[in-house]
């Protein structure tokens, strides 16, 4: 294909894009959406399955069955959104196993926030809260999105999300409604997460790139800094609503913009989480890559027990 | 890595309830049929979504190609006649 005919066929793509037409995988695409979106989703996908450790952590030791179930119920629905987002991405021509690949050796990223420790109970009450609510507010507008398969995906999993952070809130409240010592491990637990969840929404505008191309395909709808502001007005009077502290001295109601001013995010540390240097990075890919080795004859056995299977049922119409 | 094979893709069909047909919901890999139909459960109908699955094996389905739709869908547009509303009757006339 010429230069000239690519453009055209760019040209036309955009335009479909501009007026709210869905692409679909063997819709004809420029390479840039297609190599974009496999970066963008698969990374969506592995923050959900190694989103699912830190809070994996705490299944065996919930307090009460009700907890048990609701905690085991959330990881699980959290696998099932890495396994929705691996299979839209696979529509792009990526392999599975490409993907684990890229994961496991570092190539792809996931999201920095389960880089983070679950030392208490209350840590999952503040990750449901928290990290959940901040997922939904970066997820609601991908429902949106040009690409067709990542777009339902994202459908089924807002509708999924609810649950995790009520269940999360409901955590909070109830420790921060129960002994002194109950209420201190909430408030710790929020002191810990408060920054982190509000990096999680990504670099502030004026450092963040490819924004502009995003915007355009529908990857994004609204800026980093405007998600955050968001999730920092609807978050702030629940906290109060419980009689929890957010951990910021800056943070105060402005009366003119209608929003809360906050105080200096430390850019220095998201860095170096996203570097691989957090608390917990080597942990979780040590974690990850290890249930990936580990589980090789299990899947070998399938195959192999898949076609004995077959085998014999041929053997049989014979 | 192993030397054996990845278990291949399979495409979801979930009926939602009797008397709606089966949709396609999703994809997703196993080693057989039978392990497609479990995983099929656990993946899509967590939450009561579906009374019945169908799984197929992604190789074994053949699509349309999006450069042909062209010849493959326009002939439609300019047949009309094919709709009710192609056809004058006096409004007199009810039930029809
Ligand atoms: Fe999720
Ligand atoms: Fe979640």
Not at chain 1, 166 to 195: H, S, V, Y
Not at chain 1, 221 to 227: A, E, I
Not at chain 2, 49 to 58: A, D, L, R
Request: aromatic letters at 10%; one cysteine or more.
């Amino acid at each position: 294909m010429s230069e000239a005919q690519i453009k055209s066929l760019e040209k036309q793509f955009d335009e479909r894009i501009a007026r709210d037409e869905k692409i679909e995988p063997k819709d004809w695409m420029p390479e840039k959406y297609r190599k974009t979106h496999i970066r963008q989703m698969s990374q969506h996908a592995h923050s959900e399955i190694v989103g699912m450790l830190p809070e994996g952590n705490w299944i065996t030791r919930a307090p009460s069955l009700r907890r048990k179930v609701a905690l085991l119920a959330k990881v699980q629905d959290e696998a099932g959104h890495g396994l929705y987002l691996y299979s839209a991405t696979e529509t792009l021509g990526i392999s599975r196993e490409e993907m684990y690949e890229q994961l496991h050796t570092g190539k792809a990223k996931y999201s920095s926030i389960f880089n983070y420790p679950t030392i208490t109970w209350a840590d999952m009450g503040a990750i449901g809260w928290l990290v959940d609510g901040a997922a939904i507010i970066n997820q609601v507008p991908l429902c949106n999105t040009s690409y067709g398969p990542y777009a339902r995906a994202m459908i089924r999993v807002c509708k999924e999300e609810s649950f995790h952070q009520r269940q999360g809130f409901e955590i909070m409240m109830k420790l921060a409604n129960g002994t002194p010592e109950q209420k201190e491990m909430a408030q710790d637990a929020l002191n810990r997460w408060w920054w982190p969840s509000l990096m999680m929404l990504g670099p502030t505008d004026d450092v963040s790139v490819h924004t502009e191309q995003s915007m355009k395909w529908k990857l994004k709808r609204k800026s980093n800094d405007d998600l955050r502001q968001q999730f920092i007005d609807q978050t702030v009077p629940q906290a109060e609503l419980i009689g929890l502290t957010i951990p910021d001295p800056d943070l105060k109601w402005n009366e003119e913009k209608g929003m809360y001013d906050f105080g200096e995010i430390n850019w220095d540390e998201f860095w170096q989480v996203v570097k691989g240097h957090g608390p917990m990075n080597k942990e979780r890919m040590k974690a990850r890559v290890g249930a990936w080795e580990e589980g090789t004859w299990v899947r070998d056995a399938a195959m192999a027990y898949a076609e004995k299977k077959r085998n014999r049922k041929e053997k049989r119409v014979v | 890595m192993s030397d054996k094979k990845n278990w291949p893709l399979w495409e979801v069909f979930v009926r939602s309830k009797n008397g709606l047909e089966h949709r396609h919901c999703g994809s997703l890999h196993a080693a057989d049929e039978d392990m497609a139909l479990e995983n099929a459960r656990d993946v899509y109908t967590r939450r009561s979504e579906g009374v019945s699955i169908w799984v197929v094996e992604s190789k074994h389905i053949t699509a349309s190609n999006p450069e042909h739709n062209g010849e493959l869908f326009d002939p439609a547009h300019d047949k009309v006649y094919r709709h009710p509303t192609f056809y004058d009757l006096p409004d007199e006339v009810k039930h029809m």
